[in-house]
C-alpha cells in the first residue's frame, strides 16, 4: 500500500513539475489584430534551425540561440525592447515609428481589450 502511494505521490510531483515548467515557458497572451499588424513593423523573426529555433533580428542579421525553454520569453523581452523605442501611445491610436523616429503607421485600437493589451504588454 505505501508503495502505491509513493509511486503516486512521485507521479503527482513529476506532472505538477512538468505543468508548471511548461506554463513557465509560454509566452503571454497577445491581441490577435493588433500584434499582426505590430508584427510587420518588428525587426525580430523565428528561423528554424537543426537544433531548434533561433530568433533573428532583421537590421543587424545577429542570431540569438536561446534554450527552447526561453525562446518565446527572450523574443517577447526583445519585442517589448523595441517597443520601448518604436511604439508612441495617444488617446487610442498606436503610432508605430521607424529607425528616424517618423512615422510609419497609425493602428487605431477599437476596444478597451486592445487598449488594455497595448498598455500592459508595453508597459506604456
Known sequence: MKKKLLL????????????MALKEGM?????????AVLQKHMPYT???R?????IVSN????????????LFLRLEQLEKLWGED??????????ILD???NEVERVE???????DWVKNYFSF
Request: hydrophobic share 40%.
Open 86 to 95: 518604436f511604439l508612441k501611445l495617444e488617446n487610442n491610436t498606436l503610432i
Open 46 to 48: 523565428l528561423e528554424k
Open 59 to 70: 537590421e543587424t542579421g545577429i542570431k540569438e540561440k536561446p534554450p527552447a525553454k526561453e
Open 8 to 19: 503516486f505521490a512521485f507521479f503527482a510531483m513529476f506532472m505538477f513539475l512538468g505543468i
Open 109 to 115: 485600437l477599437k476596444t478597451k481589450d486592445e487598449l
Open 50 to 54: 537543426v537544433g531548434g529555433y533561433s
Open 27 to 35: 509566452p503571454s497572451p497577445k491581441n490577435e489584430r493588433v500584434y
Open 99 to 101: 529607425k528616424d523616429k
